[in-house]
């Protein structure tokens, strides 16, 4: 793969299937990356002699060597399907600069609600592993987390559902709220049934929505970005404190 400097090869190490759309991927940079846990990298893949590219959040923290990203298939997608046509050692682009102001507001903010959609669960990752890396190092003042994560089936949720909840062991002032939205198709569900903006409303009046060190952060599908806006907003709670990032436009 043929790159100039604003670039960084990257190879495919492994591939965790969630679902026929669903899929972690964890790449191996020839070079250390440095970003800020919430950001997104912009990656690429060569197809017909030209190089298709396009952002996702990072899952893993700045500490870990390999970067994750938590990526659904769109079967007509420009990049998507060439992604998981990948096989382990193929080589992808990983653009050197990573982005976004989708981070961890840490001034004077010690509550922080977090709501994500499906993959949108991405940035919240980082966030949390990095925050408990540093807590553990002694580099973070206390902080209380509340993440709701939505997605219409349980095993959409990935392998971080299982993740946030030994999370709590490393970060004790985390609670996490899984639910979902097709009980009728996954029997065996026992927790919060409903789309995320619903059960945030009912989780609403636990948080401290009015107070200034108060700050939420909405990822994914950008109805529920809006729905869960619209939710905040009517308790109150400045837009100054709310961040989002849609992963797509209706």
């Not at 690429?44 to 990072?58: P, T, W």
């Not at 990948?86 to 977090?114: C, E, I, Q």
């Not at 927790?191 to 903006?197: D, L, P, W």
């Not at 948080?207 to 108060?214: D, I, N, Q, T, W």
Request: some cysteine.
């Amino acid at each position: 793969m043929n790159l100039d400097s604003k670039f960084i090869v990257g190879r495919l190490a492994e591939r965790v299937d969630i679902s026929d759309d669903l899929a972690i991927f964890h790449i191996q940079p020839e070079e250390p990356c440095n970003f800020i846990a919430g950001q997104y990298a912009t990656l690429g893949v060569e197809r017909d002699g030209k190089l298709i590219e396009r952002a996702y959040s990072v899952a893993s923290s700045p500490y870990e060597p390999l970067l994750e990203f938590f990526i659904e298939l769109v079967p007509d997608g420009r990049l998507t399907p060439s992604i998981f046509n990948l096989r382990a050692g193929d080589a992808l682009s990983v653009r050197r600069r990573f982005s976004g102001r989708f981070v961890l507001d840490t001034n004077s903010k010690t509550h922080h609600l977090m709501a994500a959609t499906v993959t949108g669960i991405a940035p919240f990752t980082s966030m949390l592993r990095s925050y408990a890396v540093d807590a553990e190092a002694g580099r973070a003042v206390p902080m209380t987390f509340t993440v709701i994560h939505g997605a219409s089936r349980s095993w959409e949720l990935g392998t971080y559902r299982a993740e946030m909840e030994e999370m709590k062991k490393r970060v004790p002032n985390l609670i996490y709220v899984p639910t979902i939205s097709r009980c009728g198709e996954d029997c065996d569900w026992r927790g919060e049934v409903g789309r995320v903006e619903d059960v945030l409303r009912k989780y609403a009046d636990a948080l401290p929505l009015e107070e200034a060190s108060f700050s939420a952060y909405l990822c994914g599908h950008p109805q529920m970005i809006e729905n869960a806006r619209g939710v905040l907003t009517r308790a109150r709670v400045d837009a100054k404190r709310i961040h989002s990032e849609k992963y797509f436009t209706l």
